[in-house]
């Protein structure tokens, strides 16, 4: 039987993301144990809605692959499903900017020399929910209220 352990950081992380609204939240646990996903991308607590995309309604979702280094930051970030230049752009910043909840062993295990999947959904209020990924991918929810 596989046992998944948090730690008081991860956690911590995770309620800070569902009680902080308009900024990025975590859509899965943290990937550890041998899981095909990567560690999680910590909550910013930044609006990191594209002010352009309020303003013209924009929702959407992008898909990248990244690395992870030893210090817990995204290398090497590839958009791999574009949901239009302004979503790329803003996507490519929430990783650029933030930082990651790796477990100790991250270095040890091999973990900056893997790259993973990683997903950013763009919702705004009101509007008809984005799609998730179907692989289940470790996914970045950024929420918003549109300008209008």
């Known amino acids: 039987m596989r046992r998944l352990t ?12 569902l009680l902080s609204p308009g900024c990025a939240e975590l859509g899965r646990a943290v990937g550890m144990g041998g899981a095909p996903w990567g560690p999680a991308l910590a909550p910013s607590g930044r609006d ?22 030893a210090r817990g930051y995204a290398h090497d970030v590839v958009i791999m499903e574009s949901g239009g230049l302004v979503l790329d752009d803003a996507a490519r910043k929430v990783f650029a900017e ?11 295990s091999g973990g900056p020399a893997q790259r993973f999947p990683y997903g950013v959904i ?7 929910d984005v799609a998730h990924f179907d692989d289940n991918r470790l996914t970045v ?6 300008a209008g």
């Open 98 to 108: 933030g930082h990651f909840l790796i477990p100790p062993n991250w270095s040890a």
């Open 141 to 146: 929810v950024v929420t918003g209220s549109s």
């Open 48 to 69: 990191d809605y594209p002010p352009v995309a309020k303003d013209l309604g924009l929702t959407g979702r992008v898909g990248l692959e990244c690395s992870v280094d």
């Open 122 to 128: 763009f919702q705004l209020r009101g509007k008809p």
């Open 6 to 17: 948090f730690s008081a950081t991860a956690i911590l992380a995770l309620a800070v993301a």
